[in-house]
Each structure stands twice: as C-alpha cells, then as structure tokens.
T-cell receptor, first 114, second 113 residues
Framework: DAGVTQSPTHLIKTRGQQVTLRCSPKSGHDTVSWYQQALGQGPQFIFQYYEEEERQRGNFPDRFSGHQFPNYSSELNVNALLLGDSALYLC?????????????FGQGTRLTVV | QQQVKQSPQSLIVQKGGISIINCAYENTAFDYFPWYQQFPGKGPALLIAIRPDVSEKKEGRFTISFNKSAKQFSLHIMDSQPGDSATYFCAAPRGDSNYQLIWGAGTKLIIKP
C-alpha cells in the first residue's frame, strides 16, 4: 500500500499564476481533505471532498477550489497566487465517517510563490 | 477566531528525560483531542488521541493528560529518545457546527543524546 501520495513535491510559481496540486488517497479511502501549513504553524483545514462534492470548507477564499475524481483522487487549485500562499499543502485521506479521527497524511507539496 | 494555544514553541530534553507539551483550547462542539507527530519532510501522523470520558490515556511511552474544567490537555513522553525528535501538534474540535479540528502551532522537540 503506497499510502497517500501527493505530486509534485516542490513547486515554484509566480504571483498571479494558477497552480494545481494532486493527491491519491490511501487504498480503501473515499474522502480527501486538504490543508495548508505555513512555516512554523499547524495545518489549517481548507476543504474536504467526498463523493466528488465539497462537503466542508475552512476559512479560505474562493481562489482555493478543488475536485475529486471517481477514483477518489483529488486536485487542489489555487488561482491568482499571492506571496502569502507559499506553504506546505497537505492532503489527508480517510473514510468519510473517520475524517477527523483516522486521517492519513501525505508528505505534502511545498509551494513557493515568488 | 477560535484558537488552540500550544506551548512551549520549542523544547530540548536529555535522552531518558520526560518531555511535556501543553495545549489549551476554547469551547468545543465534540470531544476528541489528538496529538500528531511530524518529522521533517513528512506529513503529520496521529500519535495518540483521547476522548475525555477518561482523564488520562497511555500508549507505551506516550501519555495524554486531560483537564476538562481547565480546557487543557498535555502530552508526556517518558524516557525520551533521540528518535522522538520531531514537531508535535495538538488539535481540538471547533466550537461550532463544523466537524473539524483546529491545530496548535506546534512544538519542536529535540532530544539530546
């Protein structure tokens, strides 16, 4: 079992550009959640996808959007990048009912906005 | 905005010593309080969690102590080992209808051999 895999591992983008990050959940999991972890901070919940729909959302602007595919994999899209979007973006997978208690995290994508 | 306050920000402990990290939270909508461990270049991994129908939970060298009246909980690492060197995060439930956790800012723990 490969666990939760994220791609790419590192990414450098220019302010104003758009970025897409990808996540493949752990085998058997049907729910994907995305988190932003700024340097020296704890992860902040962005949103959660289940059955190809956004089910919950944290306090993030509409520039942050996502998608879940029929195979449960997911994408995080960020438009009009700001310098403050530089962070480690984490994907966590779980079963829907275990999203809080049994989430497995990927290694993250380090996004740098210049 | 609801916060989870974690302390200390960093901690250095001698091998074999006890590491203690503290967390304070605000009102919560449900009862589940986890600690996560994160190594450099890795995502967080669940270390231990407590549902406060008990005041303490122990798993090996790791213990959560919970004080519901004070809205505080702590992580104790007994016989700390160099392999325990990592960043530790506590998390607590939000106080509204959203079924989500709010994370502390983390404690960087270094165990000196």
């Amino acid at each position: 079992d490969a666990g939760v895999t994220q791609s790419p591992t590192h990414l450098i983008k220019t302010r104003g550009q758009q970025v897409t990050l990808r996540c493949s959940p752990k085998s058997g999991h049907d729910t994907v959640s995305w988190y932003q972890q700024a340097l020296g901070q704890g992860p902040q919940f962005i949103f959660q996808y289940y059955e190809e729909e956004e089910r919950q959302r944290g306090n993030f602007p509409d520039r942050f959007s996502g998608h879940q595919f029929p195979n449960y994999s997911s994408e995080l899209n960020v438009n009009a990048l700001l310098l403050g979007d530089s962070a480690l973006y984490l994907c966590a997978s779980s079963l829907y009912q275990d999203f809080v208690t049994e989430a497995f995290f990927g290694q993250g994508t380090r996004l740098t906005v210049v | 905005q609801q916060q989870v306050k974690q302390s200390p920000q960093s901690l250095i402990v001698q091998k074999g010593g006890i590491s203690i990290i503290n967390c304070a939270y605000e009102n919560t909508a449900f009862d589940y309080f986890p600690w996560y461990q994160q190594f450099p270049g890795k995502g967080p991994a669940l270390l231990i969690a407590i549902r406060p129908d008990v005041s303490e939970k122990k798993e090996g060298r790791f213990t959560i102590s919970f004080n519901k009246s004070a809205k505080q909980f702590s992580l104790h690492i007994m016989d700390s080992q160099p392999g325990d060197s990592a960043t530790y995060f506590c998390a607590a439930p939000r106080g509204d209808s959203n079924y989500q956790l709010i994370w502390g800012a983390g404690t960087k723990l270094i165990i000196k051999p």
